[in-house]
């Protein structure tokens, strides 16, 4: 494997990482050809573990005999460019987690039809636009259970270089796509009724006997600031709140992800030794 010493920030071989916006690396026009950037050893070893590719390395010196070796190792073939932690930050625009960046292809997208074939529980992310949020509602639904995860397209692309970080390669865990609106009647085809997180006159409780009987739900989420549109809301099978003291109205998309993906679990998850 060629390590390679980067000494100008306009070096052409690592413009993935320097100067390619989100948009240019998931090239909508030829996703055969789409990148991610995947951030940290942890993170990069959860991506090739699921069967990712990576295509170059971004490894501070003093990590690739440390952090990074057992990644070099099992990427023999492609190259590591390295630098100083100085020049890598300013290339970046950011210091480096763990100083190990890993350009990775993008995977194919799947359908609906094949995230959900299995499926009980599903999330829908419907216009949430902020990388953390979505990396953080990952990791709860791979960590409670969640079958797969849908988004609509305005809502930030999970294969975001923060998104993933934030999700711990939860990403790469939990099967996903993409689903256009109207929300309930693509869902209804696959034979899910869909509970849709918002306050309204008829919302019922989360703890509702209803919901844990349905045996395919979508726990549909909305935006971080207005949440779900009155459209989305009266799409929904039901309308669903979480019951909450001091007169607080409303959690964080995220948190509330993980409280309703906990209450509304099938029980078959499996704690770790």
Same mark, same amino acid.
């Given at each position: ?139 709860? =639904?791979? /960590? !409670?259970?969640? #079958?797969?995860?849908? %988004? ?8 975001? &270089?923060? +998104? @993933? ?30 509970? =849709?997180? /918002? !306050?309204?006159? #008829?919302?019922?409780? %989360? ?8 045996? &395919?739900? +979508? @726990? ?54």
């Amino acid at each position: 494997m060629p390590i390679i010493e980067i000494t100008s920030l306009d070096d052409e071989r690592v413009k993935a990482y320097s100067s390619l916006t989100e948009a240019q690396l998931r090239n909508r026009l030829n996703p055969s050809a789409g990148v991610m950037i995947v951030e940290s050893p942890k993170v990069i070893r959860v991506a090739l573990d699921t069967g990712h590719e990576p295509l170059s390395l971004l490894c501070e010196r003093r990590h690739i005999d440390g952090d990074a070796a057992d990644i070099i190792a099992r990427c023999s073939d492609i190259p590591v460019y390295t630098g100083s932690r100085e020049l890598l930050a300013t290339l970046t625009g950011y210091t480096l987690t763990r100083g190990v960046l890993c350009a990775m292809r993008r995977p194919a997208e799947k359908t609906a039809d094949e995230v959900c074939l299995n499926a009980r529980r599903v999330a829908v992310i419907d216009g949430v636009v902020d990388s953390t949020n979505i990396g953080a509602i990952f990791r709860s =639904a791979a /960590a !409670l259970g969640i #079958d797969a995860v849908l %988004l609509t397209p305005t809502s930030c692309d999970p294969l975001n &270089r923060r +998104a @993933i970080r934030v999700s711990m390669g939860s990403v790469f865990l939990v099967p996903w796509t993409w689903i256009d609106s109207p929300i309930g009647d693509n869902l209804r085809r696959l034979d899910f009724k869909t509970a =849709a997180m /918002a !306050l309204s006159d #008829d919302s019922i409780p %989360l703890n509702h006997p209803d919901l844990k009987q349905t045996p &395919r739900l +979508a @726990i549909v989420l909305g935006t971080e600031g207005d949440g779900l549109s009155r459209e989305a809301i009266a799409d929904a099978d039901m309308v669903v709140k979480i019951p909450m003291a001091h007169g607080v109205d409303s959690l964080n998309v995220a948190a509330a992800s993980a409280v309703a993906f906990w209450e509304l679990r099938t029980n078959h998850i499996t704690h770790n030794s």
